[in-house]
């Protein structure tokens, strides 16, 4: 006998635990299935971004952060550390106790908030009188049926053609979070976040690192400007950075991996290397979702096509996140589980996409919101830009970090904010600012005269503001 709930959703990562629970608030029955599994087989929910993504590779971040500080800078604050060494056995397990904390505050909100969860993998069975009938396969094997379904699949790592993952030599980013050893040599395909997350990580620990991008451009959907300090800095840093590449045959022997490639002036290359990282993308979970079965439309990329309130070709099942179009970001598919709920209860959820903040948490860190110079050029439109680097940032100094700078971009004629784009330290935290701002609408004339705390990091985008007219205060 089936149980029956008035929603479904299957996955519980970002965008499927936060639809799950704002759907229990708006008082629906709501179950949640998911399988990922812990070392111990128990459940794992919070997807790739809690499992193998955000969250471990963030873990991972603080503690070579912490070692390079410790072997490297130190000494600037006059602090002696003689003999410092890093225990990669019981790094990867602070990651490991991290992600699990993530787990269990998830099971612990279900919880809470009377969500029915169920161990296993979902895939549609069919439609019923009841609305829709999906299985669950696993520990708990169920049928469960709903009147609204909600996919939340979430995506996966994309392999080279030819060059499967095999997690030992061959790494995704589940096994680039696993590595038990330092590697001397590494090699990454692909620059993006997670290319550059990782190389930065196994670089500050001692790996020779190389990073290889097909695009001749480093970081292209980042304001140029912001692009180029950034990549200064890594070039800095000894992380190598080769552009404008062409890889040819990988192959992975006993003891580690070759790798060809033609480089940007057509020369041929070859790297020997103990294991490779490929970050080239990544692509929809809908294998085995079955969505045959309910008449489910995928397009050409395997991602469930929605409409923009996140409906599907099939009235009454809606998804969300990485499995549907637009950017495969975890708190993007947050704000659609939230809408989602909301539309089902009768209410406006809203997600606006140009709000959407993006952030690589490299140091230093790079975020932006909004368009960036090169995009506003291309649509002409007519713009301002002040920019204040954080060289003249009095807590910036204070930390020893003064890489990097604010960019604030404004509409030439009405001063309403464009874009804010910022690599420097804690990016990540400061670009939350320009969101609030730019969802309502707020000039830079808006942020120029908003008093901020000195000192403090945050007077770098009061400042860029003021730059905007021509009227900074510190440089």
């Known amino acids: 006998m089936s149980k029956s709930f008035d929603i479904i959703v299957i996955g519980a990562g970002p965008g499927g635990y936060i639809a799950a629970i704002r759907a229990a608030q708006l008082g629906f029955q709501v179950a949640c299935i998911d399988e990922w599994k812990n070392a111990a087989g128990g459940p794992a929910p919070g997807g790739t971004c809690t499992n193998v993504g955000c969250i471990p590779s963030k873990a991972l971040l603080q503690s070579s952060e912490h070692y390079e500080h410790a072997t490297h800078h130190f000494a600037d604050h006059g602090i002696s550390a003689k003999e ?21 505050g998830i099971l ?63 790494l995704s980013n589940d096994g680039a979070l696993r590595m038990g050893a330092v590697p001397n040599k590494l090699v990454l395909i692909g620059s993006g976040v997670i290319g550059l997350e990782m190389g930065s990580v196994w670089r500050r620990l001692g790996a020779d690192v190389t990073v290889l991008e097909g695009l001749p451009t ?31 045959e990988i192959k992975a022997g006993k003891k580690g991996v070759s790798v060809a490639y033609t480089n940007a002036k057509g020369e041929a290359q ?79 959820g809203h997600v606006d996409f140009g709000l959407v903040p993006w952030v690589i948490y490299t140091s230093p860190e790079i975020a932006w919101v909004g368009r960036t110079e090169q995009q506003l050029k291309a649509d002409g439109v007519s713009y301002k830009a002040g920019t204040f680097p954080f060289l003249a940032n009095g807590r910036a100094r204070a930390l020893g970090d003064t890489t990097g700078m604010v960019k604030l971009l404004a509409d030439a004629k009405t001063d ?60």
Not at 324 to 333: I, N, Q, S, W, Y
Not at 338 to 344: G, L, N, P
């Open 84 to 104: 410092v060494k890093m225990d990669v056995t019981k790094m990867i397990a602070r990651k490991d106790n991290v992600v699990k904390q993530n787990n269990d």
């Open 108 to 170: 612990y909100l279900f919880k809470k908030n009377k969500v029915a969860f169920f161990h296993g993998r979902g895939s549609f069975e069919g439609k019923t009188d009841a609305g829709f009938a999906v299985k669950v396969a696993g520990k708990d094997n169920e049928v469960l049926t709903a009147k609204q379904v909600i996919v939340a699949t979430g995506s996966s790592a994309r392999a080279l053609p030819g060059v499967p993952f095999d997690e030992e030599f061959i």
């Open 218 to 248: 480093f970081l292209g959907a980042v304001d140029e400007q912001i692009a180029k300090e950034a990549k200064k800095a890594f070039d800095k840093q000894g992380l190598r950075i080769e552009l404008g590449v062409k890889v040819g």
């Open 270 to 348: 070859h790297l020997d290397v103990d294991k490779v990282v490929v970050s080239i993308g990544r692509v929809p979970n809908t294998t085995g979702l079955n969505p045959e079965a309910v008449g489910l439309q995928l397009d050409e990329r395997g991602a469930i096509v929605v409409d923009a309130d996140c409906k599907t070709t099939v009235p009454g099942i809606w998804a969300v996140g990485d499995v549907v179009r637009g950017p495969m970001l975890a708190h993007k598919a947050e704000e659609e589980g939230v809408a989602v709920a909301e539309r089902i209860a009768g209410q406006h």
């Open 416 to 475: 309403e904010i464009l874009g804010v784009h910022i690599v420097g330290p804690m990016a990540s935290e400061l670009i939350a600012e320009a969101c609030v701002a730019m969802a309502f609408k707020a000039s830079s004339e808006d942020i120029a005269r908003i008093c901020h705390a000195h000192p403090s990091l945050s007077e770098s985008t009061k400042e860029a503001a003021l730059a905007v007219d021509k009227r900074t205060l510190n440089f």
